[in-house]
């Protein structure tokens, strides 16, 4: 799994925990929804660490806490470092 799928996977994960939609996340976080949903649907392939910041504060959870998830365990790279 790509890093950039397992960040995806993990904010779907955490919606569905919180009992809340991607939009209501988005609200919450203080993210427009055409950008969480851009990065989610493939239109964007990236995201800030800024905006990844507001999603965790949005779902009351630490950036460090986004990242300690089993999703992270085995990621690849999504591109070479030349």
């Keep these: 799994m790509t890093l ?5 996977q993990r904010i779907i ?3 569905s925990k919180k ?10 976080s203080g993210v427009p929804y055409s950008t969480l949903s851009s990065f989610l649907n493939g239109k964007c392939t990236s995201i800030t660490l800024t905006t990844l ?3 965790c504060e949005g779902a009351d959870i ?8 089993p999703l992270f365990k085995n ?3 999504d591109s070479k470092i030349h």
């Design 62 to 69: 630490g950036i460090k806490d986004f990242f300690n998830d």
């Design 75 to 77: 990621i690849s790279s």
């Design 19 to 28: 009992k809340i939609t991607l939009h209501k996340l988005a609200l919450q």
């Design 13 to 15: 994960n955490l919606a």
């Design 4 to 8: 950039s799928n397992a960040v995806k």
């Design 53 to 55: 910041l507001h999603i």
